[in-house]
């Protein structure tokens, strides 16, 4: 679909443009964010936790405008969502022609066709050049257990093996998949069975090549599990929540190799690393690996709610008719939000624009390493990079240390995130449309954070 440029700027002259700039007018939080905080805590549930306590107003480029008029640096994306940036122009005019056209019918009722060209798109876009299928999900966790559904349908076996440090979501069967108990799982078991868990390569903490760490892996699935028994392997090709793990060269395409060879479905959990994030349009394409499923979401379509299972059309196509699906699956505002979005990935270079930034928040942060050892490892690929904050005398993590510095970088106006296992990671997902002055802005932030903490 394309959509026309007159719209698209007559859209963008509707309002001001947001000045792409940090700029800090009161105390983070301001009065009015204070405000809303105390209304917050008196309506909603607890347990939703915000990492910053600012309420925004407007976003867009690579800044989140909040309530008070502050204008912080955005370095996390909505956590890998807004990769086209917020309110992409192209987003907002597919969004805003499909709202007064027609908002809902439910795909599974009368069908409409952006459904069927956001599946033409992922089966075009995700690696491999074999016959595929797509089915459109809501959330990243409802396509993980459909990916699940499809895969134990197809090859009639039951058992899924997923990785130390993974994260899949926070429904009943992806916090069995989930590996971290606190805050994902503690409390609320029981958890689905038949899901057995594998040693992930981790090269900085376990000193293992690709090929020795899929071996480790390999061989615990061939004892504990059989692959007889064994309908899925699920793994992020680099972990998000979990750390921004980079598995050592080697590994994934070892793994697809004896999932093939014994009929065991590779799924590909893709909803953070997907889209043009990792410099590649999938984090698979690096090592050319070739998934049975590649499960997407939160890139897909500029902070609309979509999300897909894409694969084999055998493996796609095992279950019954009927046995997938669901209300909002691929609603119709979502869907033309994806195909502006991936236009806009593939039109504007993001992919090559991943890449640049990559590089920036690498290079700077290595340098800053040189002379700190408290940064224990820099890592990950394209706009998705982690720093990984230990102690310099024992290498344990620093969550202590992690958490002042991200602390410090939202009261100075730069939104960033923390992930791990151990806490002891900031990991920095910045929106690809950010411009270079502002990225580099906020590597000075969170670099002058580290110093003073
Ligand atoms: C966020 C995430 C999910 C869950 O997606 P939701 O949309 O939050 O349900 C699953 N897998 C990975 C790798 C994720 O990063």
Redesign the pocket.
Known sequence: MSIDTATITAQTLDRDELVQERRLVTEIPGPVSQELMTRKLAAVSSAVGTTMPVFAARAGGGVVVDVDGNSLIDLGSG??VTGVGNSAPRVVAAVQQQVADFTHTCFMVTPYDSYVAVAEALNRLTPGDHDKRSALF???????ENAVKIARSYTKKQAVVAFDH??????NL?MALTAKSMPYKSGFGPFASEIYRAPMSYPFRDGLTGPEAAKRAISLIEKQIGADNLAAIII?PI???GGFVVPAEGFLPALVEWASANGVVFIA?????GFARTGDMFASDHEGIVPDLV?T??GIAGGL?L?AVTGRAEIMDAPHAGGLGGTYGGNPLACVAALAAIETYEEDGLVDRARGIGEKLVSRFREAAASDARIGDVRGRGAMIAVEFVDPETNEPDATLTGRVAKAAHAEGVIVLTCGTYGNIIRFLPPLTIPDALLDEGIDVVLQALAAS
């Open positions: 956590i890998a809501n959330s990243g966790a409802e396509a993980v993974a994260y899949h979501g926070r429904t992806t992020e972990q998000g929540e959990d893709e909803v953070q690393t499960v979401a939160k709610p999300s």
